[in-house]
């Protein structure tokens, strides 16, 4: 417990020097691209472009709980990218800069922390792309919308325990980074991204809201579509 104590401490000290770095290494990464912070755009929207013609057009989904299917899938894939971009990152984090955690004396937890702050500010920017798609849908704001607030301190604060602990077990054991990748394609099918979790048998509904990637996910659609 207080070694738990002693790391959360040294994260919340830490936060603003990881920002700096998460948003410098941003900018340094985007400044060699061509189109530079137009892929923070790009990226997502190819995915769900991607997901939306399998799933709507080629599987005939043209609606989810009353919604386009477009929009629907818009609202949970939005969280995922996020949440998937931040744990595959910060997991293998400390091994990827092992070089620098050598040869410079900062805290372990910066490295995976960055990761987070990283991939959720992508995912800032990336909101405004869902938001102007609600409002061109005739999707109006509504005071739940400022409950996003509530998920997204909770999503920092799951992949913060979550990246701690598979960041430190890829340091060790190596293969566990490439088993988590097969890991994460699994929770995306049973996260209620491009299907909703209603679909499913009351009994086995019960057990799949405990994922809490899921949780987020519909969270994001109660605030956005169901209010």
Known sequence: ??????????????????????????????SQLLLGRIWDFLNPLFQILIYWFVFSVGLKT??????????WLMCGMMPWLAMNSSAVNAANAIQYNASVLKNVSIPVTIMPMKAIVKAYYEHLWTMWILI????????WPTWHWLELAYYLLASWAFLTGFS???????AVYRDFFEFLNPIMRLLFYISS??????????????IMRLNPFAYIVEGYRKCLLYG
């Open 164 to 170: 701690l602990i598979t960041s430190s077990l890829s």
């Open 62 to 71: 043209e609606t989810r709980n009353g919604f386009p299917y477009a929009i």
């Open 193 to 206: 991204v491009v299907w909703p979790l209603e679909s499913l048998p009351e009994d086995l509904q019960s």
């Open 132 to 139: 102007v798609t609600l409002l061109f849908s005739r999707i």
């Open 1 to 30: 417990m207080k070694a738990a104590i002693t790391m959360i401490r040294e994260i919340v000290i830490h936060l603003p020097r990881t920002i700096r770095l998460a948003l410098y290494e941003n900018r340094s990464r985007r």
